[in-house]
């Protein structure tokens, strides 16, 4: 069934909601983070302080952090670069090989590494399709491009399919 490559192993309201402690004992160490509408609002280059704060805390941890972002390397480079993270841009989700590329750079395995992002179809897809644990970030009401209209209605019917039916 297609629909299981698109299902989050977790789900989450926001990144500083992810328990790394819980990632570690699950055997998670590194982990790769999507940018928009994951660690910055779209088209925003203020991380907030509280997402500063639970990027240091992992990084701190047992943890390798590594980007991987749609997102052009110019706008990578001016939000990431002071948060001293290491990225894999312009990745072309959910192909495969920026997430290849990714845990290269962090010298973990699959089976030793998660994803976290918003978009099921790219994030969510991508992770599954190699075996790297999934968190979904649903934001309430995103910020984003228009087009992105249909998809997000779309990751609704999906996310709707995965809940267990009612007797
Ligand atoms: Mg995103």
Known sequence: MVLKWLKPRQTVGFLTEIDIEHLLDQGIRGLLLDLDNT????????VE???????QRAKTSALSLCLVTNAKLERVERTIRPLGIPYVALARKPMLRGFKKAMHMLGTAPAETAMVGDQIFTDVL??????????????????????????????????KQHKPTKA
């Open 49 to 55: 302080l509280a997402v500063v704060d639970w990027l």
């Open 126 to 159: 991508g992770a599954n399709l190699l075996g790297v644990y999934s968190i979904l970030i649903q934001l309430p009401d995103p910020k984003e491009q228009w087009w992105m209209k249909g998809t997000r209605r779309l990751e609704k019917w999906v996310m």
């Open 39 to 46: 660690i910055v609002a779209w088209d925003s280059h203020d």
